[in-house]
T-cell receptor, first 110, second 114 residues
Framework: GDSVTQMEGPVTLSEEAFLTINCTYT??????LFWYVQYPGEGLQLLLK?????DKGSNKGFEATYRKETTSFHLEKGSVQVSDSAVYFCALTSGSRLTFGEGTQLTVNP | NAGVTQTPKFQVLKTGQSMTLQCAQDMNHEYMSWYRQDPGMGLRLIHYSVGAGITDQGEVPNGYNVSRSTTEDFPLRLLSAAPSQTSVYFCASSRGQDATNEQYFGPGTRLTVT
């Protein structure tokens, strides 16, 4: 079945540092790929998505590129802020079900 | 728009009790789903619905029932609560009849079963 594997957390960075959160997937067919973010005490929100190979999703300074050859969708941001502290989830769907990774806790210190 | 609303926000049950978690959306979305979130395990799909009158099982359906009598509402029923069902439950909805569109999540219900 479909699965998503994220880098283990938690990740702690200083403000303005570069962020990478790794995500790899296993799926049949051609899934759509997502990053969702969960701020403390809230539900998840869509951060960005990509629907086909080589697509780049971007939002709020975050980027991720759909790499079919490496089955990856790594999340990057060039300069993180304290307000980016949250849990980040990589996810995929190839139909009726959305499959999530285990989540990566990010803490950004001033 | 209120988006996706969930009630209650917190609930404590004793083993064997039953309850219904409520979920409603006002965006006329066809697709609705329920997830549970447990530490280190991400979100796991319990049940989903692609429209009124249609429901299907997700990854972890045992111990839970759902129904979808209207487009707006998608309640989740625990018939006989067990400690293993202690979790945070999220309802979500999206346009269309599959999971490829943006999912809008409710604020969650934190359930403790003692």
């Amino acid at each position: 079945g479909d699965s998503v594997t994220q880098m283990e957390g938690p990740v702690t960075l200083s403000e303005e540092a570069f962020l990478t959160i790794n995500c790899t997937y296993t799926a049949t067919g051609y899934p759509s790929l997502f990053w969702y973010v969960q701020y403390p005490g809230e539900g998840l929100q869509l951060l960005l998505k990509a629907t086909k190979a080589d697509d780049k999703g971007s939002n709020k300074g975050f980027e991720a590129t759909y790499r079919k050859e490496t089955t990856s969708f790594h999340l990057e941001k060039g300069s993180v802020q304290v307000s980016d502290s949250a849990v980040y989830f990589c996810a995929l769907t190839s139909g009726s079900r959305l499959t999530f990774g285990e989540g990566t806790q990010l803490t950004v210190n001033p | 728009n209120a988006g996706v609303t969930q009630t209650p926000k917190f609930q404590v049950l004793k083993t064997g009790q039953s309850m219904t978690l409520q979920c409603a959306q006002d965006m006329n979305h066809e697709y609705m789903s329920w997830y549970r979130q447990d530490p280190g395990m991400g979100l796991r799909l319990i049940h989903y619905s692609v429209g009124a009158g249609i429901t299907d099982q997700g990854e972890v359906p045992n111990g839970y029932n759902v129904s979808r009598s209207t487009t707006e509402d998608f309640p989740l029923r625990l018939l006989s609560a067990a400690p293993s069902q202690t979790s945070v439950y999220f309802c979500a909805s999206s346009r269309g009849q599959d999971a490829t569109n943006e999912q809008y999540f409710g604020p969650g219900t934190r359930l403790t079963v003692t």
